[in-house]
């Protein structure tokens, strides 16, 4: 697994999310850490990516 990373656009990295790379795409709240994370596969990532990128 990569480290957490915050996106480029997101200036005061504190109201955003961290995204974390590997088997799985991790997804957490940069306010609640500790709460958990969701984890989708890289193919469903990648689709979302792909759709956000087309709006």
């Known amino acids: 697994m990569k480290d957490w990373h ?3 656009y997101s ?3 504190g109201e955003c999310v961290e995204v974390r790379e590997g ?3 991790q997804v957490r709240d940069t306010k609640h850490r500790d709460s958990g994370c969701l ?3 890289v193919s469903e990532w990648r689709a979302l990516l792909a759709d956000i990128d087309s709006l």
Do not use: L, Q, R, V
């Open 6 to 8: 915050t996106s480029s």
């Open 11 to 13: 200036a005061n990295g």
């Open 23 to 25: 088997e799985y795409t």
């Open 39 to 41: 984890a989708f596969p």
